[in-house]
């Protein structure tokens, strides 16, 4: 019984997609994207090609997480101001149950937004390697989600929530390349500012995912293929991270009065 509740929460989830038209939305990005890409092409003088695939992965990836978490905060946002989620609860259906409904089908949306994300890049990188980087995206995809959820859940409000998901993302995504420019300093190296800033670099990495090795560019411009027990990596890493976020997300959840 719990389990069907969990997955007619989730089929509603993805109707709801389907019904704001979520999908068309990412393909008119995805249009917008590839057309820059063509126009970057023609301005460059080399390497064009690879540039325009750089590109085009690029601003892909970054449209399918802007798309994803506005979809994840406006749809919960919608359930906080509608009444819906105390008229889904009243029907005999556990606050667990109905996050973790949520979050399956705002996962299975994830999934959905890297199949569309992937298609194009089949015409410009063999089929495995577009492959490898799609799975790579969705759990990427899969790990905004979560941390989409729980500052909306968190939060209540629009404008926090989405800017504590804009920097978590942003620093998910530099934190190694700050890691290698905090380990070369140009002046400073071994002041006590310079401890203290290298120790919470490390802290930050520590309890951070590692979003800069998910979907990377390089991967399709050169045509790589990333050994399988990397992706796996990334997916445990992926579903660590997830399950870590749900039980948060659960635990602010089922402290709040409603």
Wanted: net charge positive.
């Amino acid at each position: 019984m719990r389990g069907r509740q969990i997955v007619t929460i989730a089929r509603f989830t993805l109707l709801e997609a389907t019904r704001i038209r979520l999908w068309w939305l990412f393909i008119a990005m995805l249009l917008l994207v590839f057309g820059a890409a063509w126009f970057i092409e023609q301005l460059a003088i080399t390497e064009s090609a690879r540039i325009e695939v750089s590109f085009a992965a690029a601003s892909s990836r970054l449209a399918a997480v802007f798309v994803l978490s506005l979809y994840v905060l406006t749809s919960m946002m919608r359930e906080f101001n509608d009444k819906g989620l105390e008229l889904t609860l009243s029907f005999d259906v556990r606050r667990g149950d109905y996050l973790l409904g949520r979050l399956l089908g705002f996962v299975l949306v994830a999934g959905a937004i890297a199949v569309l994300a992937t298609a194009p890049q089949l015409m410009s990188a063999p089929a495995r390697t577009a492959l490898q980087w799609g799975l790579s995206l969705a759990c990427e995809l899969a790990v905004m989600a979560a941390v989409s959820l729980f500052c909306i859940v968190t939060f209540t409000q629009l404008m926090p929530a989405a800017s504590f998901v804009l920097g978590f993302y942003l620093l998910a995504r530099t934190l190694t390349a700050i890691q290698l420019m905090e380990k070369s300093p140009l002046t400073g190296a071994g002041t006590v500012s310079h401890q203290f800033i290298s120790w919470a670099v490390d802290g930050l990495a520590l309890v951070l995912p590692a979003l800069d090795r998910y979907a990377q560019s390089a991967w399709l411009v050169n045509h790589l293929l990333v050994p399988w027990p990397m992706l796996l990596s990334l997916a445990a890493q992926a579903a660590l991270y997830v399950a870590l976020l749900s039980a948060a997300t659960l635990f602010d959840f089922q402290r709040r009065n409603l």
